[in-house]
């Protein structure tokens, strides 16, 4: 068992300084109401004089944050099961009227003694136990919500991915019987799951290149050249897909040649690049 230290000075009534081996911290108030203040917090103390009856609450400091359902991404390993996508968090709670009723107390008993107490106490079991039960109540029906948001964007995303993977494996074995409708069901969970922040989960490079090549295969050129624009202009483009791009130049019959294109992909924004596909096509799939 360690040693101990700890001091104790008046500074005026109802007004203390406490000396400890982990610091200094204020207490203000007297008998039946006191609060604390230090480097862990503040903490309020309530008891009933004479009768033993204590009751102790730490109102900031070390706590759990209203967050901590959610993984601290600095020191958690991150997972589509416990990431939050929506990036929401509840409204911390109102304690302000907590605050004016403890503050109360204290310059009640520090002034007017322990009656003031008793006449107070009152006011201060209804802010405590009903005013903040409401607030907690709030917070608890708002992390609700938030994790129900959360479990159907995972829910998306896991269904993404799996999708995704079978595209692959579908292209390399050459079997296309579902690519059509796999690829009209990745575009409707990408574009619903592209608000939030999947890019922790998903390769965009990788990706985009897959998509393109599916595209190729399903005969959506204008989508394919698409696709294999974004990777051209925003990745890292490769001869597979240089390849796809050309072909799909090709087959929407687009009278520009592939050195030119590249060239223009190069030297114009992104939003440019993708009106003039629109323009060089009349914005029409073949």
Known sequence: MGFSFRKRLKIM????LNFSKN?????????????????NGTRV????????????????????????DFQ???????????????????????????????????????????????????????????????EEKRIDYELELIENENQIIRNKLKKLLKKVEAVDLMLEVNDCRTLKDDMEEIKTLFNELSKYSI???????????????????????YEALRLSTIVLHQYKPTKEIKK?????????????KLEDYLDFVDNNSYTTVLEKIDELTNNTEI
């Open 23 to 39: 610091g200094i911290s204020t207490s203000v108030g007297g008998p039946g109401a006191t609060l604390n203040f230090g480097k």
């Open 72 to 134: 601290d991404e600095s020191n958690s390993v991150l997972t589509i099961d416990n990431y939050n996508f929506t990036g929401k968090v509840p409204k911390d709670a109102n304690k302000n009227f907590f605050y004016l009723s403890i503050i109360f107390i204290i310059l009640g008993i520090i002034f007017q003694g322990i009656k003031s107490f008793i006449i107070t106490i009152p006011i201060f079991l209804y802010v405590f136990f009903i005013q903040l039960g409401k």
């Open 45 to 68: 103390t309530t008891s009933i004089p004479g009768t033993g009856i204590r009751y102790s609450k730490n109102l900031s400091g070390n706590k759990k944050d209203i967050a901590s």
């Open 199 to 221: 890019s922790y989960f998903i390769d965009e490079d990788k990706f985009f290149k897959l998509m393109a090549k599916a595209e190729e295969k399903n005969q959506n050129y």
């Open 244 to 256: 796809v791009l050309a072909n799909s130049l090709n087959k929407l019959n687009i009278n520009m």
């Open 13 to 16: 009534k109802g007004l203390y």
